[in-house]
């Protein structure tokens, strides 16, 4: 035994502990999508000061909960590994199904339905990834086309019955400077925090996505674990669906079209890892920020609005790459260096 | 739990002579192999009982089988005087048999303690990280675990430490019948210690031990009993202080009926120049290996299974990063070495796996033979592939290759004459190295004369030979030298000789 090996025991490498929260975040990779999120908002606040006018901060929130609501569902599913194509498609269906039933449902049932067809889109991705053990990628991408088929059997065009009273509880003020719909999120992903993070079953989802196999040979279901997720994600997508009905005061089939991509953006700005097991909700919540925000810089910059495409491209890229290139960098100097 | 009054009572001598688990006539069988075939042991209370063997005789079947990860196809097993025949992992350890696996089972992203408390909450309820941090410091306390912390991802880890953690977790089961399916294997000898005091913590409460291992010297220290498997079966048992280990080695390395081996090409003169020669290569899982091979020389890689071979051959083809003091091809530097130009060195590359990484399988028998010259073979323009049929043609016929043409999809071909394909490609393609991982595995005797001779044609011709055999016969009958790795190094070079079963088994245990 050479003296290499009697130390293994003790030279591993520095223990990442997470029992703080900060060292959780950087573990889920949010602390470069954090830093992004500040660098961001002091340009924007240099380039326009008017966005701490109750107006604009009450518009802003607008704009950003319903993406932030539709990338957490997104997040979900990434952190299981998985990805979900049908995600705009259900921001779409929960959207007109709340927006029509609201004329012969009481509000509570108009709730609670768009809820449930939420949940219901979710389940039936879920248990064909999970039970029938097909790849998420392909049957969320047919399933898309049936729920958007769906929305535009139940409302073809732009309508619904909604209320301004409707728009008071989801895209209001609550007090001054305090826009309703951040309270809605807050609410939310407290709530999917709580899930996440401090149930056994909230951590199994993180371990399904790193280790399958791993978290079956420790006697439990990770197909049960899976299904769960995406039914969840269902349902937190169906708020995201509900806030763009309140806020927009219009019920829309195609509503939730742009959202594909942009959740799967803004999950990739937030440091989760698309293979899964790594994620945050504060990071997804900021990039959702940022990026749904970079449209509006432009334009109180007074640049075309179609280099927000190519500036939130670099965005993600910055964010995601730098880290990957530095971490490559010290991998090969050590690997140069030999072993200790 | 260490300090428990009732735990310093030895146990009666009754006690240690009851069977706790009895298996007899195992077999398991997947598709036409058998991975056991009549595997019979009894493990009695508080007592250490080994299984030894070689690499693929059985031991890590029957492991699984016990832990409850796959079943038996027929053959009975005893558990506490009732049949045993658990259907998951779960299972098993609710009926009282905990296994840490070889395999680590461990969650990445999981930290010790959400990987040691979450298993037995089932999914269910709220889940406190300071309540299982605590919980598990009160695990790994008792366990005289003291250096790790719950809060660490087990990700981060290193190898030696997930292992404990593995099986740290397998005790906190409270198992009747503990399992420890190589779990020693990347412990160091403070860890064996660790390892061999819990052991005797368990034992003297009553406890059946099964140890899993390779190491000779760790059994003579532990084990009360022993089963010596070959093949699947069980072929000898023996007692504490009744056996050494020279008996034990020729027990595992078996004196079968030897397979017709064709005649080793004279070994090449010592002032035939170098193909190869690397000194001092590291890479991961790789420390410091120095390593030569002559034009004509063949030379096998032995060891354990995981020690470094896949990794080295990888590295040598500038598959996996790595770097070297010296690295030179045929005397020049090797810098920065990439597969395609590995390949323009004149190095070729029997990959592991012929259906992920040799092969692609929907593409032609003759498309996946030009895979490697598809460059050289369309300069610009469209490509010639019609001008390389008499190559094709003269491969298939060489290695025999039963196909129905050049055209055939490849991987429409049975498992020996798929080989055949990869292997092909380097033939009369002016090599000076050929790189082959296990090349014969899963395939049929006959296909197996074939690379042999195909094999021996290649050096005669002048290629040096670097390959890894899972199967010590090979090494045995055609190697000139054979270089044992172990955890990484090169332990032992074997040469002419003294290339025998029980040399390479010994070098590999540690033995020698």
């Known amino acids: 035994m050479s003296a290499t090996t009697t130390a293994t025991i003790t030279a591993t490498p520095p223990p990442g502990r997470l029992a703080s929260g900060f060292k959780r975040l950087r573990y889920d990779g949010a602390l470069a999508p954090i830093l992004a999120f500040v660098i961001f908002f002091a340009v924007y606040l240099a380039i326009n000061p008017g966005l701490l006018t109750r107006f604009q901060l009450q518009s802003a929130a607008n704009l950003i909960v319903p993406l932030a609501l539709i990338a957490l569902g997104q997040l979900l599913i990434v952190l299981t590994g998985g990805i979900d194509i049908s995600i705009g498609a259900i921001t779409g269906l929960c959207n007109v199904v709340f927006a029509t039933q609201i004329a012969g449902l009481s509000t509570p049932g108009a709730l609670i339905l768009c809820v449930a067809t939420g949940i219901v ?3 039936i991705n879920g248990s064909l990834v999970a039970y029938a053990n097909l790849p998420a990628i392909a049957v969320t991408l047919a399933t898309a086309f049936i729920y958007a088929a769906l929305a535009r059997l139940i409302l073809d065009r732009p309508g619904g019955a909604l209320t301004d009273g409707i728009y008071k509880v989801t895209s209001g003020e609550l007090l001054p400077f305090v826009p309703v719909s951040l309270v809605w999120l807050t609410l939310i992903a407290v709530g999917l925090w709580m899930f996440l993070q401090r149930t056994a079953f909230g951590r199994q989802v993180y371990g399904v996505g790193s280790g399958r196999a791993a978290v079956q040979s420790a006697g439990l279901k990770p197909r049960l674990t899976i299904l769960v997720t995406f039914m969840v994600s269902g349902a937190v997508v169906s708020f995201g669906a509900i806030m763009l009905a309140g806020s927009t005061l219009t019920g829309d089939p195609r509503s939730g079209d742009s959202y594909l991509l942009s959740s799967i953006a803004v999950v ?39 280099w927000q495409y190519v500036i939130s491209a670099l965005i993600i890229l910055a964010v995601v790459v730098i880290p990957r290139l530095i971490q490559f960098g010290i991998r090969q100097s050590a690997l140069r260096r030999g072993p200790a | 739990m260490k300090n428990d009054p009732l735990r310093s009572v030895a146990p009666d001598a009754a006690l240690r002579s009851e069977p706790l688990l009895v298996a007899s006539d195992l077999t398991k069988q997947y598709g036409a192999v058998h991975a056991l075939d009549g595997a019979s042991f009894t493990c009695l209370k508080g007592e250490v009982l080994a299984l030894v063997g070689e690499n693929g005789a059985g031991k890590s079947t029957v492991s699984r089988i016990l832990a409850g990860a796959t079943g038996v196809s027929s053959g009975t097993i005893t558990f506490e005087g009732e049949p045993f025949a658990a259907t998951s992992i779960s299972e098993a350890r609710r009926r009282g048999v905990a296994c840490a696996f070889q395999e680590l089972a461990l969650v990445p992203d999981w930290t010790i303690s959400e990987n040691l408390i979450l298993p037995d909450r089932r999914g269910r309820g709220m889940f406190s990280q300071n309540k299982a941090r605590d919980e598990s410091d009160r695990i790994l306390s008792a366990l005289d675990v003291t250096h790790l912390n719950p809060s660490t991802v087990v990700g981060d880890l290193g190898l030696a430490d997930r292992q404990m953690v593995e099986i740290v977790r397998a005790i906190s089961a409270n198992p009747r019948l503990l399992i420890l399916d190589e779990a020693s294997s990347a412990l160091n000898p403070i860890g064996v210690e660790w390892l061999f005091a819990r052991i005797r913590d368990l034992t003297a409460d009553g406890v059946g031990v099964i140890y899993v291992s390779h190491r000779l010297g760790e059994i003579s220290e532990i084990a009360d009993r022993g089963t010596v498997l070959r093949d699947g079966a069980s072929v000898a048992d023996f007692t504490r202080g009744s056996w050494s280990e020279d008996d034990l080695v020729s027990q595992m390395a078996g004196r079968t009926a030897r397979r017709h081996f064709p005649e080793k090409p004279p070994v090449p003169k010592a002032d035939e120049k170098l193909a190869l020669e690397v000194k001092g290569l590291r890479a991961e899982g790789l420390s410091s290996i120095d390593l030569t091979a002559r034009h004509g020389e063949i030379v096998g890689i032995g060891g354990l299974q995981g020690q470094g071979q896949t990794e080295l051959l990888r590295c040598l083809y500038g598959a996996a990063p790595a770097v070297a003091d010296l690295w030179q091809i045929d005397g020049k530097p090797a810098r920065h070495l990439t597969p395609p130009r590995a390949v323009r060195r004149g190095v070729g590359f029997v990959p592991e796996d012929r259906k ?29 592939l019609r001008s390389e049929g008499s190559w094709i043609d003269g491969v298939l016929n060489k290695l025999s290759v039963r196909t129905r043409g050049a055209n055939e999809p490849v991987g429409d071909l049975s498992g020996g004459n798929q080989q055949k394909i990869v292997f092909g490609r380097w033939i009369d393609r002016d090599r000076s190295i050929l790189l082959l991982h296990d090349p014969t595995r899963g395939i049929d005797v006959r296909a197996k004369q074939e690379l042999y001779q195909a094999m021996l044609e290649l050096a005669e011709s002048g290629v040096a030979i670097v ?17 044992v790795l172990d955890r990484g190094r090169v332990a032992r070079v074997l040469e002419g000789s003294e290339i025998t079963p029980d040399a390479i088994v010994g070098a590999a245990v540690g033995t020698a």
Do not use: D
């Open chain 1, 268 to 306: 990739a700005l937030s440091g989760a890892a698309f293979i899964g097991g790594r994620g945050s909700i504060l990071g997804t919540i900021l990039s959702a920020a940022v990026l749904g925000m970079v449209g509006s810089l432009l334009f109180f910059a007074g640049i075309n609005s179609y």
């Open chain 2, 467 to 483: 390959w890894f055999s899972t199967e010590l016969e090979e090494l045995v009958n055609l190697c000139h030298r054979v270089a």
């Open chain 2, 356 to 384: 992920t990484e040799g092969l692609a399988l929907t593409l032609s028998v003759g498309e996946n033979l030009l895979a490697p010259w598809l460059k050289s073979l369309s300069p610009g323009g469209p490509l010639q």
């Open chain 1, 121 to 123: 889109c979710g389940a």
